[in-house]
């Protein structure tokens, strides 16, 4: 979210690229990572439920 915020609404419409500390980052790349983030927590989660259950 971080990186999405320099970039804002109209920035991720007109595919404006901002640099967030010293990295060029568009608003979709960092969409993207949040999604990816965010996927990456949910399997997590999973796998512990999982192991918790055996």
């Known amino acids: 979210m971080f ?4 970039i804002g609404l109209t920035g ?4 404006r690229t901002e640099a967030v500390d010293g990295v ?3 608003g979709f790349g960092a969409l993207a990572l949040i999604f990816a983030g965010v996927t990456l927590l949910v ?3 999973a796998r512990r439920e ?4 055996a």
């Open 3 to 6: 990186a999405v915020a320099p």
């Open 50 to 53: 999982k192991q918790l259950s």
């Open 12 to 15: 991720l419409l007109a595919l």
């Open 24 to 26: 060029p980052m568009t």
């Open 43 to 45: 399997l997590s989660g």
